[in-house]
């Protein structure tokens, strides 16, 4: 008996302290929370976004948010009676309960060291995520909205911001009278700034869904380029229906022929052509590659989970016109829109998204890193190609819908497509701002997903956000 009780409490405190730690009302393990030193979190570039400071309370330690409200929606908190967002998700390892370091607190433990948990260092680079905040705080008219952006070449989420947002510092008081006065406050709070906007809020994508639809048609039709005259009139008759769609304020597309080139009705986002693209391709071929792009997935996790970006199949052609033009159901996060330019920026290649880096034991030693997987292949490299040139007369061809925004305005190459999407019962609903991006464009370093609730044009409201953005990561990397 005395050797069973020997190997069974070895046995927990060796292999089972995680498990037991995170027991609902484990009051030792609520008590010890508060009594060791929690690990930080940090940016890719060394800036500490959380941090467990000296508590002058009945408790050692008190977490504490330097940046508040700029990376809640990353960070998310840690309370008294709960967590979210990167607290949550990585709180084994930031309390230190993790069996991975097992090990490590046990020679803590014969040494007399105090016990710390470990650090987790995010991919967000701060340059990148200083201006994705400041643009959304400043130059939206207080529009609500979020920016994600990708390093394409690996899935690193290199700024993920959401507006309004919240500072995180009101609920890390240890008084329960206070935390429950302050989380109230904030549900009641116009705006609902506790909604991570980033990954967990949906709009319509608009025009930027004529990327899905330009891959599904340059796929299936392996002849056609940039250059293949499509069907673009003035007007659209739908079948079924008394129903036209038009272009934006009735505007012809190309030379007014009733043809152009796809590369031209893409740059002029030309609505009549992609509706037309759209029947002829149908709602089953357009589902396949929204699927491929990341849309209609349950299953993402950076380790967040994201809420998932839908493509409905029309039930009849004239809807499945709208919705090759990113209407009728269709709907994504702004981190959709960053992996569809993404996905192009890499050859074809989407990689699935992440927002660890790394975690890091208190003896500095690592404990993981995270390596960069792929999630699909929505397009070959040179339908890829063909999607980039369009992507690219977007903004530098002269009647491209972004044009403001080509290199002698910006000072980099950048490729990219808006959209204004419309909402509301019979679009009585403010349009919202989509832009989604790559830059540079012979040598993508970073991708974009831009969208602001009502916020109008595409090219006026979101895209000058994601040159921001750009601007300040490429001057980080030093170009």
């Given at each position: 008996m005395f050797v069973l009780l020997l190997v069974n409490i070895n046995y927990l405190q060796g292999f089972e302290p995680a498990s037991l730690a995170a027991k609902p009302g484990n009051a030792r393990a609520f008590e010890a929370q508060f009594q060791y030193q929690r690990g930080s979190i940090l940016t890719s570039d060394g800036v500490t976004i959380a941090e467990s400071v000296p508590s002058n309370d009945i408790y050692k330690y008190q977490r504490k948010y330097p940046h508040g409200p700029e990376y809640a929606p990353v960070t998310g908190y840690d309370t008294l009676y709960s967590q979210s967002g990167i607290e949550y998700y990585e709180n084994s390892v930031l309390n230190g309960s993790n069996s991975s370091l097992t090990v490590r607190n046990f020679i803590d433990l014969l040494t007399g060291k105090p016990r710390k948990g470990a650090n987790v260092t995010l991919t967000i680079n701060s340059k990148a995520q200083d201006a994705a905040w400041n643009a959304l705080e400043n130059d939206t008219n207080g529009k609500p909205g979020a920016v994600v952006a990708l390093n394409p070449q690996t899935g690193a989420i290199l700024a993920l911001a959401s507006y309004p947002s919240y500072n995180p510092n009101v609920l890390t008081t240890h008084s329960g009278k206070q935390l429950n006065s302050a989380d109230q406050a904030l549900l009641k709070q116009a705006g609902n700034p506790l909604l991570n906007r980033a990954i967990n809020f949906t709009w319509p994508p608009g025009s930027t869904f004529k990327i899905v639809t330009s891959s599904a048609y340059l796929t299936q039709n392996p002849n056609s380029s940039p250059q293949t005259n499509v069907n673009s009139p003035t007007q659209l008759k739908l079948p079924q229906t008394t129903h036209i769609l038009t272009n934006n304020d009735g505007e012809v597309c190309g030379n007014g022929s009733g043809q152009a080139s796809l590369r031209t009705a893409f740059?002029?986002?030309?609505?009549?052509?992609?509706?037309?693209?759209?029947?002829?391709?149908?709602?089953?071929?357009?589902?396949?590659?929204?699927?491929?792009?990341?849309?209609?997935?349950?299953?993402?996790?950076?380790?967040?989970?994201?809420?998932?970006?839908?493509?409905?199949?029309?039930?009849?052609?004239?809807?499945?016109?709208?919705?090759?033009?990113?209407?009728?159901?269709?709907?994504?996060?702004?981190?959709?829109?960053?992996?569809?330019?993404?996905?192009?920026?890499?050859?074809?290649?989407?990689?699935?998204?992440?927002?660890?880096?790394?975690?890091?034991?208190?003896?500095?030693?690592?404990?993981?890193?995270?390596?960069?997987?792929?999630?699909?292949?929505?397009?070959?490299?040179?339908?890829?190609?063909?999607?980039?040139?369009?992507?690219?007369?977007?903004?530098?061809?002269?009647?491209?819908?972004?044009?403001?925004?080509?290199?002698?305005?910006?000072?980099?190459?950048?490729?990219?497509?808006?959209?204004?999407?419309?909402?509301?019962?019979?679009?009585?609903?403010?349009?919202?701002?989509?832009?989604?991006?790559?830059?540079?464009?012979?040598?993508?370093?970073?991708?974009?997903?831009?969208?602001?609730?009502?916020?109008?044009?595409?090219?006026?409201?979101?895209?000058?956000?994601a040159v921001q953005v750009i601007k300040a990561y490429l001057a980080s990397l030093g170009k």
């Open positions: 740059a002029q986002s030309c609505d009549t052509t992609f509706g037309s693209l759209g029947m002829t391709l149908g709602g089953p071929a357009l589902n396949n590659f929204a699927q491929l792009f990341g849309m209609n997935s349950s299953k993402l996790q950076i380790p967040m989970p994201v809420t998932q970006s839908n493509y409905v199949i029309p039930p009849s052609q004239a809807l499945t016109a709208f919705s090759a033009i990113g209407q009728y159901s269709d709907t994504v996060t702004p981190l959709q829109e960053a992996m569809f330019a993404a996905a192009i920026a890499n050859g074809g290649k989407l990689m699935t998204p992440y927002l660890v880096k790394q975690v890091t034991a208190s003896d500095l030693s690592t404990v993981n890193t995270t390596s960069p997987t792929q999630l699909s292949q929505p397009v070959s490299p040179t339908v890829a190609s063909d999607l980039g040139q369009m992507m690219l007369a977007v903004v530098q061809d002269p009647d491209g819908t972004a044009n403001a925004y080509n290199t002698a305005a910006v000072g980099f190459t950048m490729a990219g497509k808006t959209g204004t999407a419309q909402n509301g019962v019979n679009n009585t609903g403010l349009n919202d701002a989509v832009f989604t991006c790559f830059a540079p464009y012979d040598n993508p370093q970073i991708a974009v997903g831009v969208i602001i609730q009502g916020g109008g044009y595409g090219a006026t409201a979101a895209a000058p956000i």
